[in-house]
């Protein structure tokens, strides 16, 4: 049996979480409405984006008067699975992961580290905190024991591909990859990359078109 | 005069920065030339994409010998404005702007951080290896003095706006924001994002249906 028959874009999964940080701002700041036009603005999307969006889901807000903030937020939660907090594993405890284990962000959107793992000596032991740096031996009775489904990899990158490997082979399903090369995964194990030089490089190419024009502009 | 008559789509340009990071992989390695069809399975693209995105830039690669490794990769840099290396200000200096201020990955890959600036007085001063944490009035000069178009934000959600808005006046173009909120900027200004945990809650959506899946299957 399938639950939902019809495939949803990624594109729409992606959008998703950042309607769910806008709406969680609303509701924090005690707004109870918000039209399609107001929500678009705060993220950066049109509003017929926004209400297409959402149709896949069902139907949500009503002409003239916009949606409910907090049924809207508490729908887009449970469409995205965050009616509970989700257990992850944390590989790598050089300074991205320690600044990643110590980041407060998680935890209040549902994302609970519970072991940060590395593969050096001289990093296992460590205390960040509220966790200990454990070997690649404790995590993968934790990923076992605890089910974990969901792994931020922030080791370098000639190590990213064996600890992916290793964590697949435990279950996790979900992974967000910060070393910089794009790791393999079998089918239905999820991926997202983060790496922050290859954004800004995506800038400077207007920067760098900006630059010469205005340089051919003075000739 | 317009420099490139016709217009990059924007998810090509965010693709190219992979394709180069990719590229100087495989030349550290020793490899002369690649496939089209090599380099995708390296960045989970399809061969057929990478010829369509190189062929907005020129005629590339010979068919049956591939891609010349060295030669791509200078072009792609060329491409980028990377034959420089580009001065960053990185605004805010807690626990993920530490990470940031000591990661060696930005220097290597032609992104120079230039300065690090807090307006906590407890943090002005602080010692991040090769860089000091300065006050905001010293960003604005820095940024005056030595033209700097890029900048990264790592300050809370509730500070970003009015930080960027401060860039933004001082002539910054590109911004990388890790603050987990949309900020707003004019026209001409790029902005890119970076949110762990709504990456994370894109893939929660599909463990929770694969979850729910095998509930209704075990029934």
Chains 1, 2 share one sequence.
Not at 135 to 154: G, P, T
Not at 158 to 172: I, K, P, Y
Not at 186 to 201: C, E, N, Q, S, T
């Amino acid at each position: 049996m399938d639950i939902s028959p019809i495939t949803i874009p990624d594109v729409v999964v992606r959008r998703l979480p950042i309607y769910a940080r806008s709406l969680a701002y609303l509701a924090e700041e005690g707004i109870e409405s918000v039209s399609s036009q107001e929500l678009g603005e705060r993220i950066g999307v049109t509003a017929a984006q926004i209400r297409k969006d959402l149709s896949y889901f069902g139907e949500f807000g009503k002409q003239g008067i916009g949606y409910n903030v907090e049924y809207l937020l508490g729908h887009i939660r449970r469409i995205l699975g965050l009616t509970d907090s989700w257990p992850v594993a944390l590989v790598g405890a050089g300074q991205l992961g320690q600044a990643i284990a110590r980041y407060e962000g998680f935890s209040t959107r549902g994302i609970n580290i519970v072991g940060v793992f590395d593969n050096d000596p001289d990093k296992v032991g460590m205390d960040l905190g509220r966790l200990i740096v454990q070997s690649y031996a404790e995590m993968a009775k934790l990923i076992d024991n605890q089910h974990i489904r969901l792994a931020i990899v922030a080791v370098p990158a000639s190590q990213a591909q064996q600890v992916v490997d290793q964590l697949v082979e435990h279950g996790v399903r979900g992974i967000l990859n910060y070393a910089p090369i794009v790791v393999q995964v079998p089918d239905g194990v999820w991926v997202r990359h983060i790496d922050p030089v290859a954004l800004l490089h995506s800038m400077t190419y207007y920067l760098a078109r900006e630059e010469a024009r205005s340089h051919v502009d003075q000739q």
